[in-house]
């Protein structure tokens, strides 16, 4: 069975998380890119593949500069709250709300009583 690749790109940062069949994180990773994003994925992901030696991922793509190398390279594209919510949702199942400062926005999600999410657009964090 395939293993999992989660890679989102964000506005300053790529970060990649490789899951198990079921589900336990076995790897990740965090690096800036400097607007090097092509180079920086790559480099992410000679890593993984000399960590994992190339074996069979599924591999899904989000962020906010993710949309364009997710279309390219015909990987599927996840929206960055639904992703969030998703893996809040799988490890940490009590959660009620969770904030992300990211690099060019800021966002709190609401779990309990369905998915609300709100948006600071103005606000950098990264």
Same mark, same amino acid.
């Given at each position: 069975?395939?293993?999992f690749m ?16 079921t589900?336990e994180?076995l790897y ?9 994003v092509?180079e920086?994925?790559l ?5 993984v593949?000399?960590k994992f030696g *190339?074996?069979e991922? !599924?591999?899904?793509?989000t962020?906010? &500069? +993710? ?7 015909h ?13 809040i949702?799988?490890?940490?199942p ?6 992300e400062?990211?690099?060019e926005d ?6 309990t *009583?369905g998915?609300? !999410?709100?948006m600071?657009?103005?606000? &950098? +964090?990264?």
């Amino acid at each position: 069975m395939a293993k999992f690749m989660g890679i989102d790109v964000g506005s300053t940062t790529v970060k990649v998380c490789v899951l198990s069949e079921t589900y336990e994180i076995l790897y990740t990773s965090y690096e800036r890119h400097f607007a090097r994003v092509k180079e920086c994925v790559l480099n992410q992901l000679s890593i993984v593949e000399e960590k994992f030696g *190339g074996g069979e991922f !599924q591999v899904s793509i989000t962020g906010s &500069a +993710g949309l364009g190398l997710a279309e390219r390279a015909h990987i599927s594209f996840v929206q960055e709250v639904q992703a969030a919510f998703t893996a809040i949702r799988k490890y940490y199942p009590d959660a009620d709300a969770a904030v992300e400062l990211g690099g060019e926005d800021a966002k709190i999600i609401f779990i309990t *009583g369905g998915t609300e !999410q709100r948006m600071n657009g103005s606000c &950098a +964090g990264g």
